[in-house]
């Protein structure tokens, strides 16, 4: 039987219907620091003012656009309490009009609200705004707070529509107070005075019609429009940009010969990104703990040299980028190691030969040989095992080739390739274990892609200390591994690291794709102990490998080599985890013993020292 029962709410009819008015906010803070230390809390400041100032029915949509968890905690807080009845979440930043381009066309009401995650709401701006949109004609967009001067960028038809109409008073001058040009400047991190002297420059406009006044201006970052209208001015392809698609959209609105209109009272106030000021008297009134400014006489001093302020501004943009891309997905450290007892075991395929280099590996060989029954040949290259590691492995009927004691595995693997029946070779380490899907899949792409010149397969992997699944940093999440090649159609250098290791020209590479958060399970790192010692004994190897694929020591990339893993770490978000923040330092350790130990090698290969490699110039 395939089902019990009949669905009980086949018959059922919901009560629900959807509010006229959608407040649609956005929200990104990937991370609570540098630029965002505060936004936590100003975010929570915004959406307080909207739940406490809205007396109009609404339904409240807010889209999360890949923020860090403490944005989720709270979001979570808001639908268990009831207060939020939409939430779209992000695994990824998709940008602010991809973001916009969902949320404006999932809103169920016909009228939206939409707003940044760093706007204050008064109270009575729902009515202000819909006085303006209910009154005047062709609304595109009402914005509460009218800062910006208006120019005739986006407002064409606005002028033209007050030219045009007998019943529309004109006052124009510098009419929005001061103080607004003032707050704003600096929730946008511009100097007061040099605003205001921009804005002197030019003049505002209010319209009034019908009894209803109105700024001749409207902003993107906070606005009310009518479904329908706001959906026509979206682009219609995703450019993938992150930011700087706002100015077009409200042209857009322009040119579609809708209105840009604002209210001439301050509805709302843009945050900025610090808890201070008036900023921070506003927090106080919803007894939100306000923490101390990151300001001093000394960093004011520095900001406002030229040169430093250029240099702090290029490493804070550095960050932010890192920050803005996606991240792997917070695997679950409670699940347990992956079980190759449970795995079952595949019928062989002809195609296909498992190698595996072994050096006293007996405490993982079994679940590795039992995970390759996939392969019809396996080849075992014993380097000078005192365990029973070759006992095992000739259990599962596993070919062993002696070869004398190396450093490392690389070092053999052009022997042991010369070893296996078939071409097509599988190279596992002997703590690798290889799910059963793989064994399926692998021989299938081999068929599909070998006559076009396919020569290797990377593959999915994750690494496993003895708490389980590395989630942060470089090593964490599922990463690409060089497994599977064939022997004809690869260069096999033997150098550490696989460096060196590719494709023959005219041949090529391919990845296979695994299903969410799974690949081959590699158990590599057995406490910090035993890293610091397999980093120790592979060191004087490290040289060797770099100065033979071409690499030579410079003080300038040795700090680029430093920087680029930093920034890889920083963007998987290694600083989560504080095993991944010790391994994130320690590796800038051996970057740099690794790169003064190429210096060394450079200049004794110079002397004549190492006759197999070739001597520069």
Request: net charge negative.
């Amino acid at each position: 039987m395939t089902r019990i029962g009949i669905n009980p709410a086949r018959d059922q009819v919901s009560e629900y219907q959807p509010a006229r008015l959608t407040i649609a906010v956005l929200v990104h803070i990937p991370a609570a620091i540098g630029y965002h230390q505060f936004r936590v809390e100003i975010f929570k400041l915004s959406i307080s003012s909207i739940l406490r100032h809205t007396d109009h029915e609404y339904d409240l949509l807010i889209y999360d656009n890949a923020s860090c968890p403490e944005v989720a905690e709270y979001l979570s807080d808001l639908k268990s309490q009831g207060l939020l009845q939409y939430l779209i979440t992000s695994p990824i930043n998709i940008g602010k009009m991809g973001a916009l381009k969902i949320m404006f066309r999932t809103a169920p009401g016909s009228i939206i609200a939409y707003s940044d995650d760093d706007v204050y709401f008064y109270p009575g701006w729902i009515d202000d705004h819909l006085e303006i949109l209910n009154n005047y004609p062709n609304v595109g967009m009402v914005s509460g707070l009218s800062v910006l001067s208006s120019t005739d960028d986006a407002i064409s038809k606005t002028i033209e529509f007050a030219n045009a109409t007998d019943e529309v008073q004109i006052k124009s001058g510098p009419l929005v107070p001061e103080e607004w040009h003032r707050d704003h400047a600096v929730s946008i991190g511009r100097d007061p005075d040099e605003w205001m002297e921009e804005v002197r420059a030019k003049d505002d406009r209010i319209l009034s019609f019908r009894g209803v006044d109105a700024y001749v201006s409207a902003n993107h970052f906070q606005f009310v429009a009518r479904k329908d209208v706001i959906l026509r001015a979206l682009p219609e392809t995703w450019s993938g940009r992150l930011m700087r698609e706002m100015r077009p959209m409200d042209r857009e609105v322009d040119q579609l010969g809708y209105l840009r209109l604002s209210t001439t009272r301050r509805t709302v106030q843009h945050l900025g990104n610090v808890l201070e000021g008036r900023v921070k008297d506003l927090a106080k009134t919803f007894d939100m703990k306000t923490s101390p400014s990151p300001t001093s006489t000394l960093n004011t001093i520095l900001v406002k040299a030229p040169m430093v302020r250029r240099l702090l501004q290029g490493i804070y943009n550095r960050l932010f980028w890192i920050l803005s891309q996606p991240h792997q997905k917070k695997r679950n450290n409670a699940i347990p190691l992956p079980s190759i007892e449970t795995h079952q075991e595949l019928h062989p395929h002809n195609i296909l030969s498992a190698v595996v280099v072994t050096y006293n590996d007996e405490e993982f060989l079994k679940p590795c040989l039992r995970s390759l029954s996939f392969c019809s040949d396996l080849v075992l290259v014993d380097v000078g095992s005192a365990d029973d590691s070759v006992k095992i492995a000739e259990a599962f009927g596993a070919r062993v080739s002696q070869h004398d004691h190396v450093p490392f595995a690389e070092k053999v693997h052009m022997f042991a390739a010369s070893k296996t029946n078939n071409d097509w070779i599988v190279l596992a380490d002997p703590d690798m274990a290889f799910p059963a899907w793989i064994g399926e899949r692998l021989p299938k792409m081999i068929e599909k892609y070998e006559d076009s010149g396919l020569a290797m397969i990377i593959l999915p992997m994750i690494t496993y200390s003895e708490q389980g699944p590395l989630s942060f940093g470089r090593k964490g999440g599922v990463r690409g591994r060089q497994v599977v090649f064939h022997r004809e159609r690869v260069h096999i250098p033997g150098y550490l690291h696989y460096r060196g290791f590719e494709a023959k020209e005219g041949y090529f590479t391919l990845g296979l794709v695994s299903p969410p958060d799974d690949g081959i399970s590699h158990f590599s790192y057995h406490g910090f102990s035993e890293f610091a010692k397999k980093t120790a004994r592979y060191l004087p190897y490290e040289a060797e490998s770099r100065y033979g694929i071409g690499l030579r020591f410079s003080v300038r990339e040795t700090l680029r080599e430093i920087y680029q893993k930093l920034a890889d770490d920083i963007r998987k978000r290694a600083y989560l985890h504080p095993i991944s923040i010790i391994m994130m330092f320690f590796q800038v350790q051996n970057i740099l013993r690794a790169n003064l130990a190429l210096r060394e090698y450079g200049r004794d290969v110079a002397a004549g020292q190492h006759p197999d490699m070739e001597v520069d110039g």
